[in-house]
């Protein structure tokens, strides 16, 4: 088993779904937790770049695992029932998530700019069902959704509005506003404005939350 704590969360999350998507799957790490822990029955493994995907091939061999080179979700032909999009920028997300089937749940895992993922989530129709915060050398924010419809406020986009009812959010949210807290003496004007109302943000969740 792998020692990796946000290997192991991502494979934990596919617990209960037959077929798992794993959109840039690298070296397929994700899957075969997955598969060693009896979480799922078949897979798709996919990559945009053949290298990785050999690699996959390879840590995945004997495993019931189709392997498609495909960008994003634009050469994914399978049935699936959970996709998994992890360890890539948020505009890479929002890019691939462009062309996402709507009947679907995703795992989104991205490695910056949560705020700018849960923006375009709240503009095209996406519902955020969960969300998690591990540490695991960094924090790392994973995100749940499917289609539907939500209204999210400014605080929800920094905060998260499920990650904001969670205890184990506070030392993530006091580790974001000492990072933002060492910005603001680097900016002036409406940057310097912006950047204090986000640390207010995550300054209220953690002097509220227990
Ligand atoms: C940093 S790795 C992340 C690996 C793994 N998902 C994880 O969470 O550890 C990013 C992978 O995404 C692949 N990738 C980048 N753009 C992609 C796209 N548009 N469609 C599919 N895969 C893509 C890269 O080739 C690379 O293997």
Redesign the pocket.
Known sequence: MVKNNRIQT?AELTKGYHTVL?????HG??LLEAFKKNFIQTAIA????EK?LNQARRNLEGYPVSFVL???FLQINQPFDLAII???GAR?IRK?LTHAPKDKTFVL?ANDKHEELRRFLNDHHFEIIDERVIFDQFYYVIIIVKYGKMDLTETDLYLGPILRTKPEAKSYYEFKRRQYETILPKVSGTRKKQIEKIINFFKQETNTST
């Open positions: 991502l794993d959109i840039g799957t690298d790490l994700v996919s990559d945009i770049r990785p495909s960008d994003g992890s360890g890539m890479l691939i895992q």
